[in-house]
């Protein structure tokens, strides 16, 4: 007799890859909530003065879904695991790579935005309490349809130079180029606000000094959800989603960010 169980295997690859991406995007949520966590207390501060019932809540979740997860992975083909050699690039490696970011979202701009189309009416409304009327006016909108942004081409150049955890953007459900948005497959509210944020992000900034932070804040952390301006977009998307969403103004963290050097 056939042990296979279509209850416990239910869906298709196709579904079961959407809905472990759609989890994935949850986790990196929790995850750069707890890395801000990380960065502004100390566990004895969290320790002594966190709410005691969230704190147990909250580890015994973080828990059993490290005990799930673990449990998957050890069930996959192991390869053995390499010696990691972090590069140290030199000041003309980052200046270099800040101008490649730079020039890739000029350019990506350019490529989508005449495929793009203004936001609806109703996406006006639900985001008008977070975003000012000029940017959500021109703010353009590109869905891919299951197809993907490619991969950009200094990607190698910076693979040669010993960076292989750069940013996978053709999973990427959402990417700002400036103030073109573009999904690789169809556009959901939480991919929409995560990259407006970043939008405003580059307003505020500049795109050089955008493109610099996010450089620097890579060869920091060397996981790009961890960089401070990703952390942000995650943040605020989460905060967006909830229940009962807060109300705030996105133009207004990103300079309270800036102000405090969180960037």
């Known amino acids: 007799m056939s042990s296979h169980n279509p209850v416990n295997d239910g869906g298709s690859p196709v579904q079961l890859n959407a809905e472990l991406r759609d989890a994935h995007?949850?986790?990196?949520s929790a995850h750069c909530a707890t890395y801000q966590l990380r960065l502004r207390y100390s566990t004895e501060h969290l320790a002594r003065f966190g709410q005691p019932d969230i704190l147990r809540k909250s580890a015994d979740a973080a828990s059993a879904l490290h005990e799930f997860y673990s449990t998957?992975?050890?069930?996959?083909?192991?390869?053995?695991?390499?010696?990691?050699?972090?590069?140290?690039?030199?000041?003309?490696?980052?200046?270099?790579?800040?101008e490649w970011v730079a020039s890739c979202l000029r350019a990506q701009r350019e490529q989508y935005r005449p495929l793009a189309s203004p936001l609806s009416r109703q996406q006006v409304e639900m985001?008008?309490?977070?975003?000012?009327?000029?940017?959500?006016?021109?703010?353009?909108?590109?869905?891919?349809?299951?197809?993907?942004?490619?991969?950009?081409?200094?990607?190698?150049?910076?693979?040669?130079?010993?960076?292989?955890?750069?940013?996978?953007?053709?999973?990427?459900?959402?990417?700002?180029?400036?103030?073109?948005?573009?999904?690789?497959?169809?556009?959901?509210?939480?991919?929409?606000?995560?990259?407006?944020?970043?939008?405003?992000?580059?307003?505020?900034?500049?795109?050089?000094?955008?493109?610099?932070?996010?450089?620097?804040?890579?060869?920091?952390?060397?996981?790009?959800?961890?960089?401070?301006?990703?952390v942000q977009a995650f943040s605020l998307a989460s905060k967006f989603l909830r229940p009962v969403p807060e109300r705030f103004s996105v133009e207004d963290q990103v300079r309270e960010w800036v102000a405090a050097g969180r960037y």
């Open 72 to 98: 998957i992975v050890n069930k996959m083909p192991q390869a053995a695991p390499a010696a990691e050699v972090l590069p140290h690039p030199t000041q003309e490696q980052i200046a270099q790579g800040v």
């Open 127 to 230: 985001l008008s309490p977070y975003f000012s009327a000029a940017l959500l006016d021109h703010i353009r909108i590109a869905e891919l349809h299951g197809a993907r942004v490619p991969v950009p081409d200094f990607y190698a150049k910076a693979r040669a130079m010993g960076f292989d955890k750069l940013p996978q953007i053709s999973h990427m459900e959402s990417l700002s180029f400036l103030d073109v948005i573009v999904f690789n497959e169809t556009l959901s509210e939480r991919g929409l606000f995560h990259a407006l944020v970043h939008s405003v992000q580059i307003e505020v900034l500049g795109l050089e000094r955008y493109a610099e932070l996010w450089v620097h804040g890579f060869l920091k952390t060397r996981t790009h959800f961890t960089v401070p301006l990703e």
């Open 25 to 28: 995007l949850e986790l990196l």
